[in-house]
Nanobody, 121 residues
C-alpha cells in the first residue's frame, strides 16, 4: 500500500513562495505519475500540476502556469510543488496524488491527506 504525506503548507503573503513536499512510502515510486490538486472552500477539487513517471509529460493548470513547478526526487521518494508569486486565489487545501500507470490524467490511485495553503493579501 502506498502512503503519501504532504508537508510545507502554511500562511504566506501575496507575492511570496512556498514549497510543498509529498513523501511516498511503499510501491515503486519511480514508475508513478504524480500530481498536485487543490480544493478551495466551496469549490470543487481542481488539477494543479502533473508529471509523468518519465518527466516527458508535464502539465499545469492555466491559473498557475509560469508560477508553479512540479518536480520529483526518486532517490528520496519525494515530489514537490514549488509555488512562486502566490496570489490570494491560490488559497486552498493542496493534495498530492500518485498514479501507478505512470501517466498524469485522472483518476489517480493514491492521495495524501492535504495541506493548507493560505495566501493573505
Amino acid at each position: 500500500q502506498v502512503q503519501l504525506v504532504e508537508s510545507g503548507g502554511g500562511l504566506v503573503q501575496a507575492g511570496g513562495s512556498l514549497r510543498l513536499s509529498c513523501a511516498a512510502s511503499g510501491g515503486t515510486f519511480a514508475s508513478y505519475g504524480l500530481g498536485w490538486f487543490r480544493q478551495a472552500p466551496g469549490k470543487e477539487r481542481e488539477f494543479v500540476a502533473g508529471r509523468s513517471w518519465s518527466g516527458i509529460r508535464i502539465r499545469y493548470a492555466d491559473s498557475v502556469k509560469g508560477r508553479f513547478a512540479i518536480s520529483r526526487d526518486n532517490a528520496k521518494n519525494t515530489f514537490y510543488l514549488q509555488m512562486n508569486s502566490l496570489k490570494p486565489e491560490d488559497t486552498a487545501v493542496y493534495y498530492c496524488a500518485a498514479k501507478t500507470t505512470g501517466g498524469i490524467l485522472e483518476p489517480y490511485d493514491y492521495w495524501g491527506q492535504g495541506t493548507q495553503v493560505t495566501v493573505s493579501s
